[in-house]
C-alpha cells in the first residue's frame, strides 16, 4: 500500500454486512407498528435551506447555534441561499406538509419518517455526528389523546422489537399564556443563583431561560434541581390537557413517571413533552423524546394547528438493544447452495448452473478468483452453505451434478437439468 | 399566514405517503435478488472527507469538477478537512472495505447499498441534485463470470420488478496496457476536429480524452459518432475477456447489444463496461450503469485488487416503472378499522377500543379533531376502513360496541372486551 488510506470522518460509522440484525428488527418493528397505528411514510431531502431551521429548531437552540452543518450557496443557479443538512426531523415534516398543500386537502395528517440526521456535536463515545431516527409527526389534532397515542406508539415499537428495560417520563410545559409567568419565576429564581451557571447558560437567562433546565453542566444540573416546577402555574387549559393524558394513560396500564423537571431542547415544544430512557445509557440516558409543539406550523408561515410528534434515537435504542440481549452475531450470508468447481474448464457450466439456481429463487454463490477446489469447499463452510454443488469433468461428461448435505456429508447426484429441483425437494 | 413559506431546494423532492408504491416493489426487489445472490448489505456515510472523491472518483471527471457539495470543515476539532456530500457510492464502498480491514480476513467481497447521492447539477426536468442509487461492488474477483453475475444481477432485479422495455450495453474499454494506445489515436482522430468540440472538450483532449466520448452536446456527440473504437486495439487478455463475458451472456440467453463507443462518465473503469437503458427516458436512457475497476483499489492506497459493480438510478428507474404501468394509485391508509364516537365523553372510551384493536394487530384509527360523528364516518370512507366501531352512550352503558361492515352495511353488535376478536372474525 502506497499511499495513506483515507478514513472514514469522526461522528460517522459504516454497518457492514453482519451488523445489521438489531437496525432491521428496530425498523420493521417501527414500520409494523406505523401500519397499526395508521401513520403514513414520509421522506424528506437530506438537505434544506438553512432558514427552514433557524426559523423552526429555533435560532437559540444548540442546535442552530453550534451543531449545523451548512453549505455556502453563494453563487448558485438557484436562491443562493445557504443550505444545511437536516439536523432534525420536525421542521422538513411541517414543511412537506404545507408545500404539499395537504392542509388543504386534509388538515390531519400522520407523518412517519426515518433517516439520517447530522449535528456537529463534539466527536465522542456514543455521539455521532451523522446519526438516524425514526420519528412521527401527528399535524391538525389538540386531543390529549393524540399525545397519548404517540408515547404508546413508541411504547409499541420498543416492546415489539423486544426491548425491556426503558421507563416513560412526561411532564407539561405549558402553553403561551401560562409559560411566560413560569419564565419569569425561573428567570428570578435562577438570577440569585447565577454565579453557579456555566456561562452559555447565563448568557441563556435572557435569551432563553427554560434552555438552562436542559444543560448538561453539572454545576447547572445541581442548581436547577430544586427549581421551582410549572406544574402550579399551569392554566386550567393545561391542567386539563395534562390530566386527561395521564387519566388514559393509566388506563392503559402504561408504567410512566411525571418529572417536573423534564423540558426538550427545542424551542418549539408546548405542553406534552415526555421522554422514554434506558438504565444501559448512562448520563445521556433518552433514547426517545417527543411533545406537542403548537405553536410551530403557525410560526413556519402556516396556519394555526396543533400538532405532536416524538423522534427515537436509533443508535441510542440499539446500545439498548444491545445491552440487553446477546451482540448480532457475525452472521455469514447463509447460502442454500455453494457451487465447487473441481475442474478449471468447468467453471463457465458452473456459473450456467448457478445462474439455474438463482433463477429458481435459490440463494446461490461459487467462487470468482479462481481457487483451488479445496480452497472452494472451504469458502462453502465459512459462508455456511447448506448444500454444495460439485461440478468437475466427470458430472460435465454425464450430465449431472453432484449434491452435498453440507450438514450429514451426504452426496448424490442429480441429471444436470435437475439440480435446482434436487435442493428444492432437499431443503423441503 | 403572515410568513412567506420556506420551500424545499431546487433539485430535491419529498416522498409523500401515497408515493411509495414503485419506489418500495423496485427496493423489495433489489433486496430480495441480492439475497439470491449472495451479496451483503453495506452502509456507508453520507459524508465523506471530500478527498476521498477527488481521489477515487476522480479529480478531473465532472462530478468532482463541478457538482460536489462541500462543507468547509476549517476550525473543526478534527481532521478540518473539507466535507463533501457522496456524489455517487463506489470510493465510500471500497473505504469501508479497506477501512474494516476485511481484505485482511477475506479479499473476496460482495456489498450491496443504497440510498442518497448529491450532485450539484444544472437543475432541470428529471434531474436531482439529491438523487438516490441502488448500487452493488464485488470486491477482490477478476473473472469475467462476476462480470457476467453483476450484468444478470441488474436484470433479475429489473425482472424482478416488472420492468420491461429496457436494454443492455456492453463494451470492453480496455487495460492500463491497451487503452494508451487507443487514447492516443483517439487524441490524433479529435485533434483534427477539435473546431467541432465544445471547450470543455477541447480542454479534455489533453487532460482527459476519454471523457470527450460522455459529453452531452450536440456537435462533440457528431464528431465522435464516427470515430475509430477501442475494440481493434484491445490486448489479447481484455480480448479474451470480453469474448468469454459474451459467451456466458449468451449462453444465458441476455438480449444485450455491443456498443463499442460506451464509456463511462467516471475515471476509474477498465476492461467491462455497461449500461441499462430504458425507451421511455429519451436522452438520457441510462438507468443502470457499471463496469470493472481493477485500478481504483490500489490508487486509493490498498493492495492491487479486481473489482465489479453497478450504480441504478432509483428515479430514473422509477420513471420508466411509471411509463410502463399506471402511475401509483393515491392509496390511502386503509385501516381495518375507524371507531367512531357518537357521544364526546364516550371519547376516552374509543381509544380504549382504539389501543385494544392495535393490540390484537389491527390497523385501527379515530378522529383527534372532536369532529362530529357525521364528519367521523366521512373519515372512515376516505381513508378506506373495512369496518366502523361505532361508540356512543348507549354502548357504554350496555357494555358493547357496534361493528359496521363499510362493503355491506350490515351492522352487528358485540361485547365491549370481544370488539377486537368479532374483526379479527369477520376478516377471516
Known amino acids: 500500500m502506497s499511499e495513506k488510506l483515507i478514513k472514514s470522518l469522526a ?9 445489521w440484525e438489531k437496525w432491521h428488527a428496530l425498523h420493521d418493528a417501527a414500520r409494523r407498528q406505523f401500519s ?23 435560532e437559540s437552540t444548540e442546535i442552530v447555534e453550534k451543531q449545523m452543518y451548512t453549505i455556502d450557496a453563494a453563487g448558485e443557479e438557484d436562491s443562493g441561499n445557504a443550505i444545511s443538512l437536516r439536523p432534525e426531523g420536525t421542521p422538513p415534516a411541517v414543511r412537506a406538509y404545507l408545500e404539499s398543500d395537504l392542509h388543504k386537502k386534509q388538515k390531519f395528517q400522520k407523518f412517519w419518517y426515518s433517516g439520517p440526521m447530522f449535528r456537529r456535536e463534539k466527536p465522542q463515545k456514543g455521539r455521532l455526528r451523522q446519526f438516524h431516527q425514526i420519528g412521527v409527526e401527528a399535524i391538525g389534532g389538540d386531543s390529549p389523546l393524540l399525545d397519548a397515542e404517540t408515547i404508546l406508539l413508541a411504547d409499541a415499537i420498543y416492546r415489539d422489537a423486544g426491548l425491556k428495560g426503558y421507563r416513560t417520563c412526561i411532564n407539561n410545559i405549558g402553553c403561551e399564556e401560562c409559560r411566560p409567568r413560569y419564565r419569569e419565576n425561573l428567570r428570578t429564581y435562577l438570577r440569585d443563583r447565577s454565579d453557579e451557571l456555566c456561562p452559555d447558560c447565563v448568557r441563556r437567562l435572557d435569551r432563553n431561560v427554560l434552555r438552562i433546565l436542559d444543560c448538561k453542566n453539572a454545576p447547572c444540573k445541581e442548581t436547577v434541581a430544586d427549581m421551582p416546577s410549572i406544574t402550579g402555574l399551569l392554566c386550567n387549559g393545561c391542567k386539563d390537557h395534562y390530566r386527561t393524558l395521564k387519566t388514559v394513560l393509566d388506563a392503559q396500564g402504561l408504567d410512566y413517571q411525571e418529572d417536573p423537571h423534564l423540558v426538550r431542547g427545542l424551542d418549539y415544544y408546548t405542553q406534552t413533552v415526555y421522554e422514554i430512557k434506558h438504565e444501559e445509557l448512562g448520563a445521556r440516558d433518552t433514547i426517545c423524546g417527543g411533545g406537542r409543539y403548537d405553536g410551530l406550523v403557525a410560526q413556519m408561515g402556516g396556519p394555526e394547528l396543533s400538532c405532536v410528534g416524538f423522534a427515537m434515537g436509533v443508535e441510542a435504542t440499539l446500545i439498548a438493544m444491545e445491552a440487553e440481549t446477546e451482540p448480532d452475531e457475525a452472521t455469514s450470508l447463509n447460502p442454500d447452495v455453494y457451487v465447487v468447481c473441481f475442474d478449471e474448464p468447468a467453471r463457465i457450466k458452473c456459473f450456467e448452473q448457478l445462474t439455474m439456481l438463482r433463477g429458481a429463487g435459490l440463494s446461490a454463490d461459487m467462487d470468482y478468483e479462481g481457487r483451488s477446489a479445496k480452497a472452494q469447499m472451504r469458502s462453502a463452510d465459512r459462508t455456511g452453505a447448506d448444500f454444495c454443488m460439485l461440478i468437475g469433468g466427470l458430472e460435465i461428461e454425464n450430465c449431472e451434478v453432484t449434491l452435498k448435505d453440507m450438514r450429514s456429508g451426504q452426496q448424490w447426484k442429480a441429471a444436470w437439468d435437475k439440480g435446482a429441483d434436487a435442493i428444492l425437494d432437499a431443503l423441503a
Open 36 to 58: 397499526i397505528y395508521g401513520y403514513g411514510e414520509l421522506a424528506t431531502p437530506i438537505i434544506e435551506e438553512a432558514a427552514l431551521f433557524i426559523k423552526g429548531t429555533g
Open 11 to 19: 461522528g460517522t460509522r459504516d454497518i457492514l454486512p453482519w451488523q
